[in-house]
Structure formats: C-alpha cells, structure tokens
C-alpha cells in the first residue's frame, strides 16, 4: 500500500536522523497495525534504541520514539498530557472530543488516546502542539472546555468496566484464547489471525500456534479486548483452566 510504504520510509528517516546526528526523534501516533509494521523496520538496525510509547502503559495508540545512547525515553519523552474540564451537564464522549479536535483542523495521527471522565477527558498530545491546542481546543460542539498541559505521568486512567469468564483450553495456543475469549469457533479465530485482524501485546501477529502466556493482552479488531488473567491447573480431561477478563 502506498500509505504504508510512505509511513515506512519516514520511520526510517527518523531513525537515521537520530543516528546521523545523535538526537532524539519521534513519529506521529502510530495505530496497532502501523506500530506492528514500524516494529519490522526498527529490528533491521542493530543496537537501536527505541520505544513505543503512548504516555502509559497499554496505550492504544504510540509513537516511536528512537534514542542515542546517552538520552532516556523519561529525559526525552516527547508528549505531553491535554488535560480537559468541561463545563455543562451532559458528559461528552469519546467521539465528541474527537469530532471537536478534527473541526480544527488536527490530524488523526497527532493526537493519541482520548481517556474521557464524566467531568473532562486525558488526551494525549504531541508536545509541540501543546500551545495550539491550549488556546483553541475551547469548545466542543456548544460545550466549554477549559485545557491545561501537564506531565503524562499524572495521566488518569479509568479502569472501565469487564466481565471475567473461566474456561478451560486444551492448549495456549492463540488460536485457542481468542476462541474462547470471543466465542468463536476455532475455525473463525483462525481465520481472524490469518487476516491480520489479531494483535498480542499491541503487536499485529498472524502465527495462530502462537503459545500466549499470563498477562497477554489480545485484541481483536472489531470485537475488543481481553486479557490473560490467570493460568490454572490442568483438568482430569487434560485440558488447561484460564481466567480472561473481557474488556466491555
């Protein structure tokens, strides 16, 4: 794809600039897929230094930051935090914050997770759109806003709301997970992975024997996200018990 391969070559770009001359540099907000491809890129250079980062973990949407030797990904983070409270009765929603950033004019690609309250929202941001935003991120739609920029570390994240289901598995095979997590047969998860449609970890991943472990979270475009809560012993039919938790 011609988008693709334009994305591409502007991570290489970054990742020659921060070697030629020896600075930090960053891309725009990456989505999962993007993240997956600039993943193949980075691994290509031996030694390089680099991140994904989305101002806190599990972050959605990242950028690639690649950094010299000397520089710390804390020393050298390159977002910051749009803190937004907002005025009037009825809470906005994700996709009001979103219709409001776009009718200025902002690109998808400079602004990452939108994280919404019931008072405001935690948007994530370039930094060096921190003024503009600022000063002209004021209104969504007839609601006020009022924004302050601070430090992605005092980022709040809501814990939203999940449902655990316990199952048993006959392997962690990825297959497997993403059938039981979704309530597909094993054919469809198959058929999802090989589509490119699955991502462990934030990473697009098509090896369906793919062995998943505690912890791995699992996406499913289209469908959501679950995470791999626990492993548990094995049953009398010699198959594997797992606690998921689905994100809703």
Do not use: W
């Not at 101002?55 to 030797?69: H, I, K, N």
């Not at 039981?180 to 998860?189: C, E, M, Q, T, V």
């Not at 039919?237 to 938790?245: A, E, P, T, Y």
Request: aromatic letters at 8%; one cysteine or more.
């Amino acid at each position: 794809m011609k988008e693709d391969a334009i994305l591409l070559a502007g991570i290489e770009d970054k990742i020659n600039q921060c070697q030629e001359y020896y600075i930090t540099t960053h891309t725009t907000f990456l989505d999962m897929r993007q993240r997956t491809l600039a993943e193949g890129i980075c691994r290509r250079y031996p030694g390089l230094q680099y991140a994904f980062y989305g101002g806190y973990v599990d972050a959605e949407r990242t950028a690639a930051v690649f950094l010299p030797d000397y520089a710390t990904l804390e020393d050298a983070n390159p977002l910051a935090l749009l803190r937004i409270h907002q005025d009037g009765r009825r809470p906005l929603s994700h996709r009001d914050y979103l219709g409001a950033l776009t009718g200025l004019g902002i690109k998808r690609e400079i602004i990452g997770d939108i994280l919404v309250r019931e008072d405001g929202a935690d948007i994530v941001i370039l930094k060096d759109m921190s003024e503009f935003l600022l000063y002209h991120f004021d209104k969504a739609g007839r609601t006020s806003l009022r924004g302050e920029v601070i430090d992605t570390s005092q980022i709040i994240v809501p814990e939203g709301s999940f449902e655990e289901k316990r199952d048993t598995v006959a392997s962690l095979r990825l297959d497997n997970l993403i059938s039981s997590g979704f309530s597909l047969s094993r054919g469809r998860a198959m058929e999802a992975i090989s589509a490119g449609l699955v991502y462990v970890n934030g990473l697009q991943t098509e090896k369906a024997d793919r062995q998943m472990k505690e912890g791995d979270r699992l996406v499913l475009r289209g469908k959501g996200k679950i995470l791999l809560q626990a492993i548990g012993g094995v049953t009398r039919k010699d198959r594997i018990s797992i606690v998921l938790k689905k994100y809703l």
